[in-house]
């Protein structure tokens, strides 16, 4: 168990729709990431937050969004999806620098999505 | 950007040693990771390098040399356990923002 909480495991919707997901890290953890991995793809970095506020931005659709909260949790937004947004998607926790390995990242279990 | 290339798949028998390659091109280097990813689970930590050498834990070795942007992942005494995708992931540092960049996977399978 990494301790990076991820809800729902799975969710299945129609084209058009708009789903949130939710992620709680690590206690301590001020950093998440999320990430996208479809079908026998890599991890494709989508955004960072760092306490708050956005830190990088990677290969984020414009009708994706996410943002992080106080309590340190993060939703990623997805709406008017297609097809091709099924995926797994991954948010990973990170300590950042006073770790013995800076930028080590942990892992949830992931959200399935399926659009049909 | 970064470029990381790893092959898609392998093939070992179990009690025996397999090397899994890593090219990466990149600015901002700061570290690289593997990682062990069962399908459809999270991926977990295996090893760690941001000097060039070698580091040993256990039945995993991991190797890096920075001048030549590659690394390997070395599995002895292959264990059928062992069946996953084995990522490389490259840390870069640009501004204060750290992030990992993962390259496609390399799909080990692991036969009698």
């Known amino acids: 168990d990494s301790g990076v909480t991820q809800t729902p495991k799975h969710l299945i919707t129609a084209t058009g729709q708009r789903v949130t997901l939710r992620c709680s890290p690590r206690?301590?953890?001020?950093?998440v990431y999320w990430y996208q991995q479809s079908l026998d793809q890599g991890l494709q970095f989508l955004i960072q937050?760092?306490?708050?506020?956005?830190?990088a931005k990677g290969n984020i659709l414009e009708r994706f969004s996410a943002q992080q909260f106080p309590d340190l949790h993060s939703e990623l937004n997805l709406s008017s999806l297609e097809l091709g947004d099924s995926a797994l998607y991954f948010c990973a926790s990170s300590v950042g620098l006073t770790s013995g390995r800076p930028g080590e990242l942990f892992f949830g279990e992931g959200s399935r999505l399926t659009v049909l | 950007g970064q470029n990381i290339d790893q092959p898609t798949e392998m093939t070992a028998t179990e009690g025996a040693i397999v090397q899994i390659n890593c090219t990466y091109q990149t600015s901002g280097f700061n570290g690289l990771f593997w990682y062990q990813q069962h399908a459809g689970e999270a991926p977990t930590f295996l090893s760690y390098?941001?000097?060039?050498g070698l580091e040993e834990k256990g039945r995993f070795s991991s190797f890096l040399s920075r001048s030549k942007g590659y690394s390997y992942l070395l599995l002895k005494e292959l264990q059928m356990k062992d069946s996953a995708s084995y990522l490389c992931a490259v840390r870069v540092l640009t501004g204060t923002a750290s992030k990992l960049t993962f390259g496609t996977g390399t799909r080990l399978q692991v036969t009698l």
């Open positions: 390098n941001v000097l060039d």
């Open positions: 206690s301590g953890d001020l950093s």
């Open positions: 937050y760092y306490n708050g506020e956005e830190r």
